[in-house]
């Protein structure tokens, strides 16, 4: 899709990512192939194995419980449009919890692997995390498409802007700016990125809609957690020689999420050192309620500029 296209953004990107097929296992108990989906770079969106790790263990757990941690490493760059193999060793099942361990194969090497625990829940106190107040809505800040339109710079080509505006499944608006061609709103460690899917989640099959759901925000999350690092170094996606790459993740599913309207990822960064940059970010609904923790730390290498 070029830049200038006139076709509705689409999220049909995610489902197809998420689109699994069962096959036979070579190193576990159950096996599932996934594509991983187009992008402007050398290597796969991280994101695309998150998601898709987390309905590979999904799929094996049918006892009603639900998704509670997720905890990966990305080992080695992953082609684009080729297919994974996700092996899923079956851990432990108990009544209150069951275990998963996921291991993401391509080229005949482990690329990716996770663990995962799923959790039958259980009356309890209850306490979360207070949303930031005195943003500024999405109605109130420019889509991607918007901000870059007649922008130029950098790395920046025609291929990365599409993407960028309008091609990874999801409506993505920065407070207090996006960090594309320089950073805007300063060298902040915090950030916030309301999201939204550009249209209707289509259905999944072997999925349900919560479990879709779960998997969106796991998708999602990747594409903006190490920016508030990049801001306080002042750089930019398109800044000559950046280089950058997700090493490990964890996050957490605190309650139910229902894709189907704007949620707020609050992200602030924790530490730059060594070449490596970690941020936490959280997802909260339009009620301000806590649905999710993301960790991250990646690898942030500068051009020799810097």
């Not at 799923?118 to 106190?125: H, I, L, M, T, V």
């Not at 139910?256 to 309207?261: A, F, K, N, Q, T």
């Amino acid at each position: 899709m070029s830049a200038t296209s006139t076709a509705a953004p689409t999220s049909r990107t995610f489902t197809d990512a998420v689109a699994l097929r069962e096959c036979e296992a070579e190193v576990f108990d159950r096996a599932f192939t996934a594509t991983t989906q187009p992008c402007p770079w050398p290597k796969a969106y991280g994101g695309d194995m998150v998601a898709q790790a987390l309905v590979a263990a999904s799929l094996t757990v049918n006892d009603g419980k639900s998704m509670h941690s997720m905890h990966s490493y990305f080992m080695r760059p992953v082609d684009i449009g080729a297919e994974v193999r996700y092996e899923v060793e079956l851990l432990r099942d108990g009544r209150g919890y069951s275990t998963r361990q996921v291991r993401g194969f391509q080229n005949g090497k482990p690329v990716y692997v996770c663990l995962a625990s799923f959790a039958a829940g259980e009356p309890s106190g209850s306490f979360q995390a207070t949303a930031p107040a005195d943003l500024p809505g999405p109605d109130e800040l420019p889509t991607s498409a918007t901000y870059l339109e007649g922008r130029t710079g950098g790395t920046m080509t025609e291929a990365s802007k599409a993407y960028w505006s309008s091609g990874r499944s999801f409506d993505m608006r920065h407070v207090p700016g996006p960090v594309y061609l320089t950073v805007e709103g300063g060298q902040s460690p915090h950030q916030a990125i309301w999201v939204k899917p550009y249209d209707a989640l289509r259905p999944v099959e072997g999925l349900t809609e919560a479990q879709r759901d779960t998997a969106a925000l796991a998708y999602v999350c990747d594409y903006t957690i190490l920016e508030p690092a990049l801001r306080v170094l002042g750089l930019a996606w398109a800044d000559e020689g950046l280089v950058t790459a997700s090493l490990d993740h964890a996050m957490w599913f605190h309650r139910p999420v229902s894709m189907g309207d704007w949620l707020l990822y609050a992200q602030e960064a924790m530490s730059v050192e060594d070449g490596r940059g970690s941020a936490v970010g959280r997802f909260f609904d339009p009620g301000g309620t806590l649905v999710a923790t993301v960790v991250q730390e990646g690898m942030l290498r500068a051009g020799s500029g810097r």
